[in-house]
């Protein structure tokens, strides 16, 4: 499976706008696991939800939402 992110990078569950912006732990095959903001770590079947990377278009779509506190990087 490809992924359009790495360890260390940013994304958003667009399900779960909630919880905030995470950070990429791992990837060991299709599952992902995550450090969400406001949700805690989260390990993600990357077959069943998609991650967006968060970026400057992901915040415009995702700040207007539950999640005041997410600020562009």
């Known amino acids: 499976m490809f992924f359009d992110f790495d360890p260390g990078d940013y994304v958003v569950n667009p399900n779960n706008t909630d919880w905030g912006v995470g950070q990429v732990q791992s990837i060991i095959n299709n599952i992902v696991t995550v450090n969400f903001t406001n949700a805690g770590k989260k390990t993600i079947n990357a077959n069943k939800i998609v991650l967006d990377k968060y970026n400057e278009k992901a915040c415009?779509?995702?700040?207007s939402d539950a999640a005041d506190d997410m600020q562009c990087v």
């Not at 415009?60 to 700040?63: A, D, K, N, S, V």
């Open 60 to 63: 415009l779509l995702y700040t």
